[in-house]
């Protein structure tokens, strides 16, 4: 069975970067999508960005110049990170398997919280 | 940017109840609308994709329906587990969410 599992820093800085990493078993990540999705509290939901299989990426707009997504094939990870963070990025993350049709969004990990604070 | 409105917000209802969640989008999402379930503390869980395609595992009393803009979940007879918060991902264009709906027992 697929898994993702997010991992990284619950607490950082204002202006500094988020990097989180999303570690999957079960699949390897250089066959569909891998996407990274956040939770306000509130629970507004926003869809951040995927990586493909062959690297390619694509980005919200809204983050299009704070974000990058990468991975590490060798170890079947993917990461994320999200320059000048502010109190607003304050959120859950998760990242799923974000391929397309029936493939989007149908494995997710538990989720990350990370809060932007000095 | 297309926008997801999710009714109602909050929903009571009790164990053996027919219960139906909505999202109307703010155009044609053709058909590309999933529902999920989230309960506190775990990875969210697909339970249809495609408006009416019911995930592997998932019972039967859940399905989905719509066309155009609007979309259903129904859950036919609620039972003890399934108080949760729902939320629906359209991914016609981009990807955006409804607010989410949260089953409380009443």
Same mark, same amino acid.
């Given at each position: !069975?697929?898994?993702?599992?997010? *991992?990284?820093? /619950? ?5 500094? %970067? @988020?990097?989180?990493?999303? #570690? ?21 939901? !926003?869809?951040?960005?995927?990586? *493909?299989?062959? /690297? ?5 707009? %809204? @983050?299009?110049?704070?974000? #990058? ?50 | ?106």
């Amino acid at each position: !069975e697929v898994q993702l599992q997010e *991992s990284g820093p /619950g607490l950082v800085k204002p202006s500094q %970067s @988020l990097s989180l990493t999303c #570690s999957v078993t079960g699949y390897s990540i250089t066959s569909n999508y891998w996407g990274w999705i956040r939770k306000f509290p509130g629970n507004k939901m !926003e869809w951040m960005g995927y990586i *493909s299989y062959s /690297g390619s990426t694509s980005y919200n707009p %809204s @983050l299009k110049s704070r974000i #990058s997504i990468t991975r590490d094939t060798s170890k079947n990870q993917f990461f994320l990170q999200l320059n000048s963070v502010t109190t607003e990025d304050t959120a859950t993350y998760y990242c799923a398997r974000w391929g397309y049709g029936s493939y989007r969004g149908d494995y997710w990990g538990q989720g990350v919280m990370v809060t932007v604070s000095s | 940017d297309i926008q997801m409105t999710q009714s109602p917000s909050f929903l009571s209802a009790s164990v053996g109840d027919r219960v139906t969640i909505n999202c109307k989008a703010s155009q044609n999402i053709n058909k590309y609308l999933n529902w999920y379930q989230q309960k506190l503390g775990e990875a969210p869980k697909r339970l249809i994709y495609n408006t009416n395609n019911l995930q592997t595992g998932i019972p039967s009393r859940f399905s989905g329906s719509g066309s155009g803009t609007d979309y259903t979940l129904t859950i036919s007879s609620l039972q003890p587990e399934d108080f949760a918060t729902y939320f629906c991902l359209q991914h016609n264009s981009l990807n955006t969410f409804g607010a989410g709906t949260k089953l409380e027992l009443k």
